[in-house]
């Protein structure tokens, strides 16, 4: 394909800008307004329209329809607007280029100023030449695919201030057919700030309490001409908006069966249930099983990792706050642990043909009582977990402060460096922990989920640099938690990771939610019932295509090794059915719906 910029004129008074890429190309007006597309099959006109868009801050608006200046850029054409009123100044840089399987023509935009908002600031974006047709096509938040129909708009709700909508999607995009020009086009935004999707136009808000995040904005508008059905259209989501976030591991989509120790009997439990799956599992299917790790650590929020030295503890005690929480943990005694321990347990495991993973950490939860990690500024709000690996009053870290994110990305590569010759995976439980819209704390503000996003993407990264660098496979996993709870707005940090493995306990309702986000990777959950509510497995392995779970150490506190011959033979030809298929995750038309057993009902009054 050849990209490149024209510049000829309509009329003698009317400069026109020209972009080109694979037979596509896009009239630009000189007020930066697009007036049209033509690729081989056809063309579309903004007739009758025009504009490039508006900014509103409080009751005022601005027309963008007089840029400063425009000159070329690479492989497009730049627009700079100037707000003196506010001050504000935005551009917007069109580029026309080949994807993969695709035309791209996007529109970035920066937006600058040096001074605070004085108001709320929404910014309008028109997406001539193009209307949104009632048959617009969207991947909604609760897993199902549906049509615009008669809305007026839909809400991609995360960082920023986002009104309310009927119509709220699980990733910022939409897509229709685009004939004559293809066969589909999906319009799109980056999905690191909210983005509402009218009828002609991306609108987003930036609300005064926060601004713009060194007084600096960008953001990507993409319009993609491809061929495909949704499925396609969500391909191309990921292959564009997300182009610097691969998919996960290949051997995440073979997991058939998963299983969470919280250092169970002891410690003695992780032990125990690898011989009986063992004896269980013939060896060509133990790789399709994979087996967590969790409580090893010290304390919840410093997870025996040393800042100073950027290593970890040689040795320690897990769950020695258990004098203190014993009645709600009456198993979970306190258990001596080192290094050389760790790696016997991961290598136990994977020398059986197991996979292994590593419990990563409780979301952003950290506790006062933690020397050296404690800071007043640090704390987003207060409240989470308490268990026998707290210490102290338990908060939730601000990721806006940049000591949050720099022990974070410290310790990754701490284990890395220890443990990652001997695991799989790192599961980073509770991801949910920052909501949707947080403006972080009155100290440090900002978009903290934005920042967790950035955080949950940075870590995913780190992990990827060292596949890279050591030639293995491993995954970082994310644990959003959506629909659970009825916490149908939390966001999709999965987005940015290699998938789910999440602590819902398989409940249900929230299995559809987490479809989108996870859609090219992998989507689990712990159950820590798998005895009492093992029908909640089963409804997410035969509807949703999860891994069958099981769990020892918290809940009903039964591990494989001491399930019921009864129990075990359940659990076994649901692993067998599963494993059959690799992972494909596909949206619903309409959700199934999950049918309590009377067995179940008995198990809970």
Known sequence: MVCGLVIGASCARVPVKTLVSGGYSVRIGSDGSVLSIVSPTGTVKAVGRGGVGLVACGSRSFPLAAPLRSTPAESGIRFVYDVEELPLEIEITYRLGPG??????????????DSPLPEDLTVTVAIDPFVLPDGTWLPLKNGVGSDLGAAEA??????GAAPAAPLSLALPMVTFSAGPLAERCTLMSDPFYSAVFKR???????????????????????TVFHQG??????????????????????????????DYDYLSAGGKGWFQDIDALEAAIPAADRAKVLLALHGWYDFVGRYCFIPETGR???QW??????????KD?????????????????MRYAASRGFRVALYFADGMSAGDGLAGIYEPDRVLYWGGWVGPDTKGKTYCQNPLHPAVGSFFIQYIKALLREFGRDIDALVWDETFHVDTGSLGSEKVPGYADRSLMRLVRDLTSEVHAYNRESGRSLAFLASDCIGVNKW????????????????????????????????????WSCNWEPVTHFDYTEFGVREYQAAVAVSNGYGDNIGFAKMSPEMKKKVLHLFNWRKQSRTRLRWFSKLPVFQETSAAKSDTK
């Open 100 to 113: 993969h399987g695709a035309v791209v023509f996007s529109r970035d935009i920066a937006l600058r100023s």
């Open 154 to 159: 839909a809400v991609y709700r995360f960082a």
């Open 200 to 222: 002609n136009a991306v609108a987003w808000t930036f609300p005064k309490a926060v601004g713009l995040e060194n007084n600096l904005e960008r953001r990507t508008i993409s």
């Open 229 to 258: 059905d949704p499925d396609a259209a969500i391909g191309q989501f990921y292959d564009v908006a997300l182009a610097d976030i691969p998919p996960g591991p290949e051997w995440l989509r073979d997991i058939a069966m998963v």
């Open 312 to 314: 970890l503890d040689p």
């Open 317 to 326: 005690t897990a769950f020695s706050n258990f004098p203190n929480v014993k």
């Open 329 to 345: 943990f009456p198993s979970s005694v306190p258990v001596a642990m080192t290094l050389e321990n760790m790696h016997e347990r």
């Open 488 to 523: 149908v707005n939390k966001p999709p940090y999965a987005l940015v990771a290699d998938g789910t493995y999440q602590d819902t306990h398989c409940d249900p309702e929230s299995w559809s939610y987490g479809i989108f986000p996870n859609y090219r990777n992998a989507l």
